[in-house]
Every structure is written in C-alpha cells, then in structure tokens.
DNA sequence: AGTTGTTCCGTGTGTGGTAATGGTACATCT
DNA sequence: AGATGTACCATTACCACACACGGAACAACT
C-alpha cells in the first residue's frame, strides 16, 4: 500500500487519505479481510498527526469502508469494494439541491438562504 | 412614522429598518396607498448609507409590504398588512431543517453538509 | 433640471468555520 | 508493558461571508 501525502496540495489531508485508500481498494491493492496499519503507525510512516489519520479512518468507518475492532486493530470491511465506489455526498448535494433550488425559486435572498441555513445547522434538532 | 436607527444595536441596520416599517403597517401607522420617502431622502434623515435604505426597500418589496413604481416613487403595498404578518424566514428555516436533520440521520458530518451546501449554493442550477 | 429606483465598481471590519497541530488521558486487549 | 481506538482540552492560520460604507452612472418620470 502506497500512500502519498501532499501537503502543498490545497486538498486536505485527511481527504488525501480517505481518497487515496479508497482507490487502493478498488484497485484491488488492499482486499477485505486485510488489516490496516494502526493510526499511529500510520501517522508516523506520512509524517502526519495522529490525529488527521484518526479522522480520516473515523469517515472510512462512517462509510462501511473499513471496520476498527477496537484494540484488535484496524480491517478492511467485507464490502469496502461497493461502498468505495459510493459517494454518500452525492446524496447530500442532491437533497439540499433541492431544498435551496425550491427557495430561489420562492424568491429569498442568497444570503438569506445562507443565514437560514447557519441557524438550522446550530439548532439543535437533531 | 417614526423610525429609530440603534447603531450600537447588534441587529443589522437594514433589518431593524425592514422590521419597523413592517411594525408601522401592522399598527397602521402607515396604510396602503401611503407614499415612502424616496431612499436617498430617508439615508439622510436617519443618517444612514443610500445602500442600506435601499436593500431594506428591496426585501420589502420582495415580500410585498411594498411597491415600488420606478420613478412615481415608493408606496405600501395594497396588500401590505397581511404581508407584513408573514414570515419568509420561518419557511425557508423549517424546509432547510428538514433536509439538514436527514442528513444528520444518515451519518453525514456537520462539515460535509456544510461542503455540500456551498457546492449546492454556487451551482447554477436556479 | 431634478428626482426616482437601480446597478456597477470598490473598501474595510468583524465573525465564524475548517484544517491541522499539540498534549493528555482513558479502558481494553495482546 | 505496550499497543489499540477514542475522547477531551487547546492554539494557529486561512478563507468565505455579512454588513456597511462610498462614488458613479443609467433611463425615465415630474
């Protein structure tokens, strides 16, 4: 598993990570049922913090891409292959595509819109 | 109609001026048919940017409180009482907290709802 | 000529979010 | 003992946006 950080790329690290092991996986470089290298470990080998490996992992375990056994270590998930190729954004975009696009059309403000959302996103609604 | 301008107030200068107008309407203070100062003439008299006048006029016209016919001058809008009564806003929150609280149901992270609403937001599909 | 609403250019300040970093601690497994 | 994932505290730099301000120009009305 080759791995390779930019950090003058204005892409994120942790996006880096999540996308890069993701094509390893399409790729059939990494099959499920392989371990992965412990966050610290991994951290250490791309010279990044521990934490922006941890994040990353965290959003690959969100996604069913990899499953962390706890103090057993870190896996590839038995479907990683399907749930690589999914993009949960898509989704997302698609569902406030059509809330804001239903507002515009109502008439309110960019800004508006803009404020309104801020105000859904710190209510705590859950 | 007596319209107070708090600068020190942390409320946006064109809302309280949208605010007050609206409040004015519904305590008929001002009635249907009633002419508005031109813009310029109430940025001076309360001493504000011709600007700000302008973009309370423009949201109130937008929501119907008020009509302005081009150079004739601005007036109340015959509807303007239920108008006024009427909160946009409150829709457009309620519309984007229900695409917002599915998100969140499904997983995604405060950060990538936020990402996927700009994208959404600077997509031109009007 | 003067005023109307509107639109374009721009500047500056403040707020809030993201990304990344660091340190410390925890319970649990090998 | 050592490593695991995870949780909490924090700071720094950057960027996007809201808000307000200013100047200038436009066509069309009185």
């Known amino acids: 598993m ?6 003058e790329d204005p ?5 880096q990570l999540v996308e890069q092991i993701k094509a390893a996986i399409i ?3 990494i099959k ?3 371990s992965l290298p412990s966050i610290r470990q991994l951290a250490n080998d791309l010279e990044l913090n ?4 941890a994040k990353a992992y965290k959003l690959l375990e969100r996604d069913l891409v ?3 056994r706890g ?8 479907e990683a292959l399907i749930n690589s190729k999914m993009d949960l954004n898509a989704d997302v975009i698609a569902q406030l595509n059509f809330a804001i696009s239903a507002c515009k059309k109502a ?3 960019d800004s508006e819109i803009r404020i309104a959302f801020s105000c859904a996103m710190n209510s705590k609604n859950n």
């Open 2 to 7: 080759e791995i390779t950080i930019d950090i």
């Open 11 to 15: 892409i994120p690290l942790f996006t």
């Open 27 to 29: 790729e059939s470089k």
């Open 32 to 34: 499920p049922g392989d």
């Open 50 to 53: 521990s934490k922006t490996v």
């Open 66 to 68: 990899i499953q962390s």
């Open 71 to 78: 103090y057993r270590g870190t896996f590839v998930h038995p």
């Open 107 to 109: 008439g309110v403000t």
